[in-house]
Structures are given as structure tokens and as C-alpha cells.
């Protein structure tokens, strides 16, 4: 079993900056497909970024057009960790974020991750 847990979220004004950080315990997830998903209020899990390994040292990043340019998603295995760097932040980026794991599935929807974090929630303000 895998546990996520992140954090980082917050409250920040339209153009700033947050990163949030989602730590993995229980199993090395270095050749993991990690990712980033959002969700408001009534609306679907959406995705935002993933990494998936594609042997040796190389890692391929994949984003949702709303946030590329702005998000760079990028881990670190020595900690077992993930990490999504949000810049630019725009009012309509307001979600609760969630983490995800997988040790096979490539694609960007939520059904096919097996490990959930339990969210933290990003406020932008106007």
C-alpha cells in the first residue's frame, strides 16, 4: 500500500505562487506514474499534470492546457516525493488538489489511479 499525503495549499492573490508538495510512504514510488488532479464543488475530478518513468533516469511530464506554462511538476525519489510548482495562479486555478499514484496506468484519468492523497485546497483571490 501506498499513502500520499500533501500539502502546501493556501490562499494567494491572482498571479502568485504555491507549491504543493505530495510526500509518498509505504513503497518507493520512483517508477510510478505520479500526478496532480483538481476538483471544485460539483464538478468532476479534472486532471493537471502527471511524470511517468520511462526507464533509467528519464521522466516524461504531461499537462492539462489550462496550466501549462504555468505548472511544472517534478519529484523527488530520494524523498519519495512530488511536487507541483503553481505560478501565475489564476482565480478560476481555486480547487481542492489532490495526488495520485499508480504503478501501471499512463493515461489522465482519475479512475485509473490506485493511491490518493486526501487533498489540499488552493484559494486565489482576485
Not at 500533501?6 to 502568485?16: D, I, R
Not at 513503497?27 to 496532480?36: A, F, K, L, N, P
Not at 519519495?80 to 499514484?101: F, G, I, R, V, W
Request: hydrophobic fraction near 30%; charged fraction near 15%; proline fraction near 3%.
Amino acid at each position: 500500500q501506498v499513502q500520499l499525503v500533501e500539502s502546501g495549499g493556501g490562499l494567494v492573490q491572482a498571479g502568485g505562487s504555491l507549491r504543493l508538495s505530495c510526500t509518498a510512504s509505504g513503497r518507493t514510488i520512483s517508477t510510478y506514474v505520479v500526478g496532480w488532479f483538481r476538483q471544485t464543488p460539483g464538478k468532476e475530478r479534472e486532471f493537471v499534470a502527471a511524470v511517468r518513468w520511462s526507464g533509467g533516469d528519464t521522466y516524461y511530464a504531461d499537462y492539462a492546457d489550462s496550466v501549462k506554462g504555468r505548472f511544472a511538476i517534478s519529484r523527488d525519489n530520494a524523498k519519495n516525493t512530488l511536487y507541483l510548482q503553481m505560478n501565475s495562479l489564476k482565480p478560476e486555478d481555486t480547487a481542492a488538489y489532490y495526488c495520485a499514484a499508480d504503478p501501471h496506468y499512463s493515461g489522465s484519468t482519475p479512475h485509473g489511479y490506485s493511491y490518493w492523497g486526501q487533498g489540499t485546497q488552493v484559494t486565489v483571490s482576485e
